[in-house]
T-cell receptor, first 112, second 116 residues
Framework: GEDVEQSLFLSVREGDSSVINCTYTDSSSTYLYWYKQEPGAGLQLLTY?????DMKQDQRLTVLLNKKDKHLSLRIADTQTGDSAIYFCAETPNFGNEKLTFGTGTRLTIIP | NAGVMQNPRHLVRRRGQEARLRCSPM?????VYWYRQLPEEGLKFMVY????????ESGMPKERFSAEFPKEGPSILRIQQVVRGDSAAYFC??????????????FGPGTRLTVL
């Protein structure tokens, strides 16, 4: 079955870049997503990447995909206190409406 | 356009009682998903429904759990005879029909179930 792995914690100084990593096992993954969860809240979709891309940039966010190594990363430039949250990567194998398989989440803490 | 609505936001039940969780998808969305998040864990898929149909229930426990998405009204996740291990946050997501962004699911704020 599918498996998605993330490191649990990351601490970054305010103003530095944060890099959150994710590995997955399902070679048929078509779309890969990054979600943000703030305390007590639901999940907010930050960005996504299609499997035939290797990079996508959206303002302060850069997603890198290494399909050969099944490795996905999210870089947040100029990290701010408002970026403190849990970040989940997720994948889905098909174009259609299918379930998402989530990683365990990375808790990002910003150091003032 | 209101987002995905879930109620109640918090639900406390004693062991053996029933829990009913409701989810109203975004307007125009006909696909609903339920996920469960245990403390300090990621979200695990439970069930995927379209109007009046269960499409994929591979993540649902075989007993005590059921879900429906009637033609009119919200989707309901029902847990009978709750046990302490059912304590979790239950998230609902909805999506429109297939589009350019693949399976973009919009999440509700979740229902936090506590079983005493």
């Amino acid at each position: 079955g599918e498996d998605v792995e993330q490191s649990l914690f990351l601490s970054v100084r305010e103003g530095d870049s944060s890099v959150i990593n994710c590995t997955y096992t399902d070679s048929s993954s078509t779309y890969l997503y990054w979600y943000k969860q703030e305390p007590g809240a639901g999940l907010q979709l930050l960005t996504y990447i299609f499997s035939n891309m290797d990079m996508k940039q959206d303002q302060r966010l850069t997603v890198l995909l290494n399909k050969k190594d099944k490795h996905l990363s999210l870089r947040i430039a100029d990290t701010q206190t408002g970026d403190s949250a849990i970040y989940f990567c997720a994948e889905t194998p098909n174009f259609g409406n299918e379930k998402l398989t989530f990683g365990t989440g990375t808790r990002l803490t910003i150091i003032p | 356009n209101a987002g995905v609505m879930q109620n109640p936001r918090h639900l406390v039940r004693r062991r053996g009682q029933e829990a009913r969780l409701r989810c109203s998808p975004m307007k125009g969305h006909s696909h609903v998903y339920w996920y469960r998040q245990l403390p300090e864990e990621g979200l695990k898929f439970m069930v995927y429904l379209q109007k009046e149909n269960i499409i994929d229930e591979s993540g649902m426990p075989k007993e005590r759990f059921s879900a429906e998405f009637p033609k009119e009204g919200p989707s309901i996740l029902r847990i009978q005879q709750v046990v302490r291990g059912d304590s979790a946050a239950y998230f609902c997501a909805s999506s429109p029909d297939r589009g350019a962004r693949g399976n973009e699911q919009f999440f509700g704020p979740g229902t936090r179930l506590t079983v005493l």
